[in-house]
């Protein structure tokens, strides 16, 4: 079946330093979507990306989609308290109707202050 | 405008009992996801209504199953629990799109221990 792998499991960071998780799919995507979970919370969602080769920018966060549309990530410029958390991908098939959403074991980050 | 909203927060049961878990989506969603995340994984994919009819289902035992009412809230029922079924279960609804791309809004989720 269908696979999302997502590295690193952990990231310590110091406030201000850069953070960037990668996600990587057995299979071909439609389209990826990123969630944040706070420690105690529930996903909610970040963003989603379709085209292959997309760029998406919200403030510090950076999405890419890979051209093979197999793989993104996701980068955090100068990280605050604010950001910590556990960030998950989440892809969907190309072929067949699935419609499920696959989720990555996600990156839990840590931002020291 | 409310969120999705799920029942109980927390539960815990013996192994071998039978569990009811309750979910009302976002206002204007048609759609209900239901995921199992154990503690430090990602969210695994149980199944999703649409239409009161299970239109997909992931990789789990029939002792798990479910239900969608015309108001589109949903039930997830797990029978027989095993020590294995403690996590936290998450209800996502979304609005069917014509390409499956619809974003999820997750509710807070109900955690069940089984002991």
């Known amino acids: 079946g269908q696979q999302v792998m997502q590295i690193p499991q952990y990231q310590h960071v110091q406030e201000g330093e850069d953070f960037t998780t990668y996600c990587n799919s057995s299979?071909?995507?439609?389209?990826i979507q990123w969630y944040k979970q706070r420690p105690g919370g529930h996903p909610v969602f970040l963003i989603q990306l379709v085209k292959s080769g997309e760029v998406k920018k919200q403030k510090r966060l950076t999405f890419q989609f890979g051209e093979a549309k197999k793989n993104s990530s996701l980068h955090i410029t100068a990280t605050q308290t604010t950001d910590v958390g556990t960030y998950f991908c989440?892809?969907?098939?190309?072929?067949?109707?699935?419609?499920?959403?696959?989720f990555g074991s996600g990156t839990q980050l840590t931002v020291l202050p | 405008d409310a969120g999705v909203t799920q029942s109980p927060t927390h539960l815990i049961k013996t192994r071998g009992q039978q569990v009811t878990l309750r979910c009302s989506p976002k206002s204007g969603h048609d759609t209900v996801s239901w995921y199992q995340q154990a503690l430090g994984q990602g969210p695994q994919f149980i199944f999703q209504?649409?239409?009161?009819?299970?239109?997909q289902r992931g990789n789990f035992p029939d002792r798990f199953s479910g239900h969608q009412f015309p108001n589109y809230s949903s039930e997830l029922n797990v029978n027989a629990l095993l020590l294995g079924d403690s996590a936290l279960y998450l209800c996502a609804s979304s609005l069917a799109g014509a390409m499956g791309n619809e974003k999820l809004f997750f509710g807070s989720g109900t955690q069940l221990s089984v002991l």
């Open positions: 299979t071909t995507l439609s389209n």
């Open positions: 209504y649409y239409e009161e009819e299970e239109r």
């Open positions: 989440a892809g969907q098939k190309s072929s067949g109707s699935a419609r499920q959403l696959t």
